[in-house]
């Protein structure tokens, strides 16, 4: 069974979850300009792009990056922008119209209560975006969010590190990188897990003195503890002592 993704307790949504804080940012947008423009491939526009890449504050992804990179931004040049937009359109909260995005009834209500917003978008985003298409179509040994979360829960306490998960998850070394099995796992690790995590605000990296191809420090935010109440959870709290 997955584990429950609601919130019981109180916690600044919008400050830790890039993801319900670029998605309500996105609904303001559409509310006071009338819509967000759309490409004839049904994209978001250029327009709305810049203006996501200055406004998300998205971890490492912010408009300096982004700029560093590419002088003008598409959607598929912003990542963050594809849940953004998926979520926003699954969830029934913009609705075409005349060659824009305009806002629901129900986006322009859940704008402003971040608390609803997030127990609406988080269980569809890390169980149905990602684990049904990226996690369980690996199947075999890679595992579940019941797993990960449980897992998670323990050894982040004090912060941890992809290399730290892959050895508990699977017994692999840092010896082994270099195995492609190995270099498969820690890739789908990293990104199918960790990312999402970390886009929802379950989860915040530490990359402070890092170069770009080297992994942070994982931490759980207050988002963590606030949403999820796990098997695990005992243990987690013995490492304190």
């Given at each position: 069974?997955?584990p429950?993704?609601?919130l019981?307790s109180?916690a600044d949504?919008?400050?830790?979850?890039?993801?319900?804080?670029?998605?309500?940012l996105a609904?303001?947008?559409?509310?006071?300009?009338?819509?967000i423009?759309?490409?004839?491939?049904g994209a978001?526009n250029?327009?709305?792009?810049h203006?996501?890449a200055?406004?998300?504050e998205?971890?490492?992804?912010t408009?300096?990056?982004l700029f560093e990179m590419?002088k003008?931004?598409?959607?598929?040049?912003?990542p963050?922008?594809f849940?953004?937009?998926?979520l926003?359109?699954?969830?029934?909260l913009?609705?075409?119209?005349?060659g824009k995005?305009?806002a629901t009834k129900?986006?322009r209500e859940?704008?402003?209560?971040?608390d609803?917003?997030?127990?609406?978008?988080?269980?569809?985003?890390l169980y149905r975006f990602?684990?049904?298409?990226?996690?369980?179509?690996?199947g075999?040994?890679f595992?579940n969010w019941?797993?990960?979360?449980?897992?998670?829960n323990?050894e982040?306490r004090a912060?941890?590190t992809?290399?730290?998960?892959?050895k508990?998850?699977?017994?692999?070394?840092?010896?082994d990188r270099?195995d492609?099995?190995?270099s498969?796992m820690?890739?789908?690790?990293k990104?199918?897990?960790?990312?999402?995590l970390?886009?929802?605000?379950l989860?915040?990296?530490?990359?402070?003195?890092l170069?770009?191809w080297?992994?942070g420090t994982f931490?759980?935010?207050?988002?963590w503890h606030?949403?999820?109440k796990?098997?695990?959870?005992?243990q987690?709290?013995?490492?304190l002592?």
């Amino acid at each position: 069974m997955l584990p429950t993704l609601k919130l019981h307790s109180d916690a600044d949504v919008l400050k830790h979850s890039p993801l319900v804080r670029g998605m309500t940012l996105a609904l303001r947008y559409a509310n006071e300009n009338g819509g967000i423009g759309l490409t004839q491939s049904g994209a978001f526009n250029r327009k709305f792009v810049h203006w996501a890449a200055e406004h998300f504050e998205w971890p490492d992804y912010t408009a300096t990056e982004l700029f560093e990179m590419n002088k003008v931004l598409d959607e598929y040049k912003m990542p963050p922008l594809f849940p953004v937009h998926g979520l926003l359109r699954h969830l029934k909260l913009l609705r075409r119209y005349k060659g824009k995005l305009v806002a629901t009834k129900k986006g322009r209500e859940i704008a402003e209560a971040s608390d609803v917003f997030f127990d609406l978008t988080a269980p569809v985003y890390l169980y149905r975006f990602i684990h049904d298409e990226r996690i369980e179509a690996r199947g075999g040994p890679f595992g579940n969010w019941d797993i990960f979360l449980n897992v998670i829960n323990v050894e982040a306490r004090a912060g941890c590190t992809l290399a730290h998960l892959l050895k508990t998850l699977y017994g692999w070394e840092e010896k082994d990188r270099y195995d492609p099995e190995h270099s498969d796992m820690r890739f789908a690790l990293k990104f199918c897990v960790l990312q999402p995590l970390c886009w929802l605000g379950l989860l915040w990296e530490d990359r402070e003195g890092l170069r770009i191809w080297d992994d942070g420090t994982f931490y759980k935010t207050p988002l963590w503890h606030a949403a999820l109440k796990l098997e695990t959870d005992g243990q987690a709290a013995l490492r304190l002592v």
